[in-house]
């Protein structure tokens, strides 16, 4: 029997505004995993903390943004750089509503935001890092979901 692994939980959040568009961030240049980047809110779990409260408070802190989620658009497996136990992360994509889109702050993991519609947020990940074919497969999940909902909360 081989031993327990070990991975850190994740949380994803693909913001839309009330025009349905999302909000995509490009990671500032000074970061350690993939600068210049584009993305959504991505973060770790803290120890001890669930995955809808991390939720809430990374938005906070990359936005300034209060959110309301509003469906699961899935879950991802991937690894953080070079595959090892330190770097692998298994994560909960969420939907969410963000309450006063004018107000986002952007934090300094990132230098640069939009809101926009998937056509020009696929444009904006179409280069080859690991990171933005992730963000291109949620951006057409998020479009082309069973319902175009993906997986509502009750």
């Known amino acids: 029997m081989s031993a327990p692994g070990r991975f850190l ?4 959040a693909l913001i839309e505004d ?39 408070r990374e938005v906070h802190e990359e936005t300034g943004l209060t959110v309301t989620p509003t469906a ?23 939907r969410c509503r963000a309450a006063a889109p004018d107000a986002l702050r952007l934090s300094a993991e990132h230098d640069t935001a939009r809101w926009t519609g998937t056509e020009a947020g696929l444009a904006l990940a179409a280069g080859s890092h690991p990171a933005e074919a992730w963000l291109r497969r949620l951006l057409l999940r998020h479009h082309h979901g069973p319902d175009g909902t993906g997986f509502e909360f009750g």
């Open 72 to 94: 699961l658009i899935g879950t991802s497996h991937f690894h953080r750089g070079a595959p090892s136990v330190h770097t692998e992360l298994i994560g909960v994509i969420y």
């Open 9 to 12: 939980g994740g949380v994803a």
């Open 18 to 56: 009330d025009a349905g568009r999302v909000l995509l961030m490009r990671r500032a240049a000074g970061r350690d995993y993939a600068p210049g980047v584009w993305e959504c809110v991505t973060g770790r779990l803290q120890q001890g903390e669930g995955f809808e409260t991390a939720l809430h």
